[in-house]
């Protein structure tokens, strides 16, 4: 489990593909039956390599229906966003090009690059749409209203799925609280919860939690 503290500043399985090998065999000899054998024994050994690569890749962690919606390769996908700070990690995956914007709008890409350790909450941005887009302008163009909400979407430490439930503090000086497990969590936000689509990503600095809606401070 890995907790490492933040110093508070100011106030998201790589889809490895298994390959199987289709054999067939249709010989009455011994001399067929000894191929097929060995043609087996050489598929089970390579699906066995290809289980031990997967295994070891930046996704090999992560859970969620939502992680298929993940690259396969490139920046934005699990092995290429391990080895960027989570706002640069962010900025590479499709699914999460409104909070991007959003980030850059409050001035905090350095403040989340620059961090030894967070754990983030991602509203994707069909979560984004639920907001009515006048209502989204509004707190897109007022600074200290989306720095709020935006900072009430980071943890202070970086947490795996087993540490992140519970109740936390945010970067915006409130609480969080997570419920549930692998197989199904949630995020509290008032009345409806959010629904964690693909969790414990990992960037170089951050552990993130895609999530269905935003996140909104108690007022």
């Given at each position: 489990m890995?907790?490492t503290?933040?110093?508070?500043?100011?106030?998201?399985t790589a889809t490895?593909?298994v390959l199987?090998?289709?054999?067939?065999?249709?010989?009455s000899?011994?001399?067929?039956?000894?191929?097929a054998s060995?043609?087996?024994?050489?598929s089970s050994s390579?699906?066995s390599?290809?289980s031990?690569?997967?295994?070891?890749?930046?996704?090999?962690?992560?859970?969620?229906?939502g992680?298929?919606?993940?690259?396969?390769?490139?920046?934005?996908?699990?092995?290429g966003?391990?080895?960027?700070?989570v706002?640069?990690?962010?900025?590479n995956n499709?699914?999460?090009?409104t909070?991007?914007?959003a980030?850059?709008?409050a001035d905090?890409v350095?403040t989340?690059n620059?961090?030894?350790a967070?754990?983030?909450?991602?509203p994707?941005d069909?979560?984004?749409?639920?907001i009515p887009?006048?209502t989204l302008n509004?707190?897109?163009?007022?600074?200290?209203?989306l720095t709020?909400?935006?900072?009430?979407h980071?943890?202070?430490?970086?947490?795996?799925?087993?540490?992140?439930?519970?109740?936390?503090?945010?970067?915006?000086g409130?609480?969080?609280t997570?419920?549930?497990?692998?197989?199904g969590?949630?995020?509290?936000?008032?009345?409806?919860?959010a629904?964690v689509?693909?969790?414990?990503?990992?960037t170089?600095?951050a552990t993130?939690?895609v999530?269905?809606s935003v996140?909104?401070?108690?007022?």
């Open positions: 890995k907790r503290t933040l110093r508070r500043t100011s106030a998201i490895a593909a199987s090998f289709g054999l067939a065999a249709c010989s000899d011994d001399d067929g039956g000894s191929t060995d043609n087996s024994s050489s390579a699906s390599d290809d031990t690569e997967a295994a070891s890749g930046a996704g090999a962690d992560t859970f969620g229906e992680c298929s919606a993940i690259p396969t390769s490139g920046k934005g996908s699990f092995d966003m391990v080895s960027d700070p706002a640069t990690a962010a900025s499709p699914l999460l090009t909070l991007v914007t980030v850059g709008k905090l350095d989340l620059k961090a030894d967070l754990t983030v909450f991602a994707t069909d979560a984004f749409k639920k887009e006048k509004k707190v897109l163009a007022d600074k200290t209203t709020a909400i935006l900072t009430h980071v943890i202070g430490e970086q947490l795996d799925p087993s540490a992140i439930v519970g109740t936390h503090e945010t970067l915006n409130d609480k969080v997570v419920d549930g497990d692998t197989s969590m949630t995020v509290e936000n008032g009345d409806t919860p629904n689509i693909c969790g414990n990503i990992p170089a600095n993130v939690y999530i269905d996140l909104m401070p108690a007022s």
